[in-house]
T-cell receptor, first 112, second 113 residues
Framework: KQEVTQIPAALSVPEGENLVLNCSFT??????LQWFRQDPGKGLTSLLL?????REQTSGRLNASLDKSSGRSTLYIAASQPGDSATYLC???????????FGKGTRLHILP | GAGVSQSPRYKVTKRGQDVALRCDPI?????LYWYRQALGQGPEFLTY????????KSGLPNDRFSAERPEGSISTLTIQRTEQRDSAMYRC???????????FGQGTRLTVV
């Protein structure tokens, strides 16, 4: 059974800092990994999708990496802004059963 | 529509009543997923469809929960004889095919009183 863990559960950093959010998964047989952003009371917004054959994806100030063999992904946010405050979720698409399994998320707060 | 649409956005129901939650996926998307999310937790898988076929329902908590997608488009998640523990955000997602980027709707907040 795939288990996805996100560390830390919560993070507060001053505006302007670069930061890294971590995601680990127990079953390396995944077809993709997706990072989402969740704002309070809102839906999930897809940020980056990394296919299993890829090592990283970039979008603006966001960079996500994937190391399948070690069961890890990181989301790097450069030059953080107060508007980046949200919960960030990672989700793995599992080969065995095609399910998408989520971690519990990291609640990020950027201090102005 | 432009995105995944869920209705209603909010539903308050009395314990013991049945509720039906609707998901209208992005047009042409083959795969459709249902999740439940408790406060402070990540979305928990419930079930998913490819076209009208329910591929996996292992995440449905018990036999009070059921889902259908009869024409391979709109899906309904039904909860019979609701209980307070069913209160949560219910989320739906769709993707072009089973192993592509998933897009989520705004969710339905269910409160059982």
């Amino acid at each position: 059974k795939q288990e996805v863990t996100q560390i830390p559960a919560a993070l507060s950093v001053p505006e302007g800092e670069n930061l890294v959010l971590n995601c680990s998964f127990t079953d390396s047989a995944i077809y993709n990994l997706q990072w989402f952003r969740q704002d309070p009371g809102k839906g999930l917004t897809s940020l980056l999708l990394i296919q299993s054959s890829q090592r990283e994806q970039t979008s603006g100030r966001l960079n996500a990496s994937l190391d399948k063999s070690s069961g890890r992904s990181t989301l790097y946010i450069a030059a953080s802004q107060p508007g980046d405050s949200a919960t960030y979720l990672c989700a793995c698409g599992v080969n065995r059963d095609d399910k998408i399994i989520f971690g519990k998320g990291t609640r990020l707060h950027i201090l102005p | 529509g432009a995105g995944v649409s869920q209705s209603p956005r909010y539903k308050v129901t009395k314990r013991g009543q049945d509720v039906a939650l609707r998901c209208d996926p992005i047009s042409g998307h083959v795969s459709l997923y249902w999740y439940r999310q408790a406060l402070g937790q990540g979305p928990e898988f419930l079930t998913y469809f490819n076209y009208e076929a329910q591929q996996d329902k292992s995440g449905l908590p018990n036999d009070r929960f059921s889902a259908e997608r009869p024409e391979g488009s709109i899906s309904t998640l039904t909860i019979q004889r609701t209980e307070q523990r069913d209160s949560a955000m219910y989320r739906c997602a769709s993707s072009v095919t089973g192993r592509t980027e998933a897009f989520f709707g705004q969710g339905t907040r269910l409160t059982v009183v």
